[in-house]
């Protein structure tokens, strides 16, 4: 399956004292390339809000191999690997122009707006899988 990529600027709120990005800054960074992978895919959390489901991240591991610094333009590209019917497995990776920055893997569970587990709706499935 091809990535998605989204930019990301660097600002002066996601350094630490040393000028170096936080580690947690790129939480962020990474959930703005899996909400605009799905959105390229036609998959709005609104609308499955409406359904009563929504995403959560279950699982998270992530390699730091170089540090960003302020002003730096960052590509964030996002990736699915195979998955089930419940949990969607991504890929991913910070780039600084060909220099990879970092690099999670995510797994991602849909989960019923009251509490517990849910299965994708078919619909949703379909437009996460297409190219």
Known sequence: MSGHRISVRVYYEDTDF???????AYLHFFER???????????????????????????M??????????DDLLEIETRMVPG?????????TVWRG??????????????????GPARLPKAVVERISKL
């Open 33 to 59: 390339g899996r909400t605009e992978f799905l959105r390229t895919r036609g998959v709005h959390h609104a609308e499955l809000v409406t359904d009563g489901i929504a995403f959560a991240v279950r699982r």
């Open 98 to 115: 060909p220099t990879k920055l970092a690099e999670a893997e995510v797994q991602v569970v849909a989960i019923r707006m009251g509490g």
């Open 84 to 92: 089930t019917g419940a949990r969607l497995n991504l890929v991913q």
């Open 18 to 24: 040393s000028g170096n990005v936080y580690h947690a």
């Open 61 to 70: 591991s992530i390699e730091f191999t170089a540090a960003a610094h302020i």
